[in-house]
């Protein structure tokens, strides 16, 4: 099979490449997935460059997403899912058979059926992003009837959050860096949306009343803002890393009761992913979640569609092995 792969971490032109290899087989566990599309999250760069590295066995096959066909499976996995339609999550996790290329092989219970109607576009963009979104959400107990603030509405994480906190009862405020995201975290949902970089950004969410749990892309660029907004006892919920960390005002964290939390979907509980999947699902089939724009490239230009996502495209960066 066709599969873009990588040996040592460097630049995206400089260490990735194409090559016929052969198709793994599923083992005890697993399916095999053929990718009709393979989605790309900033992890992927990341991996690859080595900023943030994990360890290659050999060879790693990039990206965690992706969207296919179950066409084999291994011992003790119910041969009627041969032909499910499936999007998986962490696929590439401890595993070098990542989801940019025309196959890959998972554990089972990380390809997870797709409803009937979902574009391959959408499931291909559910992994990293939705499941992230989900544990952050929920991390800390129901969303129902809170007060949400997702910054970075417009991101592919913040896109879910807003999307599944609205269908799980919550109401969402959201903050946007302009216009264009904007209409996408409007499209997404959000009841209120307001641009973090307004001088009136807190006043506007604090008009919406205060905030339960805050879902955080830039902890230190907005803990004043979320200080500023949060209920005493809140969480604040952080799944990225800036470039710098932060200084804590730890005084200003105590006045407000605050919890912090931090979050990384690699060390994110397997059943709390498999809840994430059963909630995605529910949602899916609800006609709760939808797609970000998406950016399709081919197999052989998998160098320029990490170079997208790291560019900051607004949007999901698709690549389709075949
Ligand atoms: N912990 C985990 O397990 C996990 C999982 C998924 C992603 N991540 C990380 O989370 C980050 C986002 O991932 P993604 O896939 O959602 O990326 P993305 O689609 O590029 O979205 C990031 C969004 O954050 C916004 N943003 C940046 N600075 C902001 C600020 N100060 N306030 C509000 N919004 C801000 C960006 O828009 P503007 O710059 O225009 O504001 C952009 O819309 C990446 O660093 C990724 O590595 C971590």
Redesign the pocket.
Known sequence: MRAALYDRYGGSAEVLRIEDIEKPEPGPGEVRVKIEYSGV???DW?SRGGSTPRPIDGFQIPHHDGAGLVDAVGDGIDPGRIGQRVWTVLAAAGRCWGTAAECSVVPADRAVPLPDGISAELGASLG??AV?AHYCLFADGPVEGKSILV??G?????HFAIELAKFFGARVVT????AE?AQLARKAGADLVVN?REASAAEQIRAFGPIDRVIE??LG??LSLDLAVLRPGGEIVT???EPADPSLPVRSCMNANVILRF????GVPADAIQRAARDITTALTAGALTELPVHKFGLDDIAAAQDA?QG?A?GKVLVAPV
């Open positions: 999250n900033p992890t990341k990293v992003p992230t910054a970075g417009a991101g592919a994480v913040g903050t946007v860096s302009g995201k973090y892309v830039a660029a907005n799944y990225a890393a979050v990384l979907l690699y996502v900051g607004i």
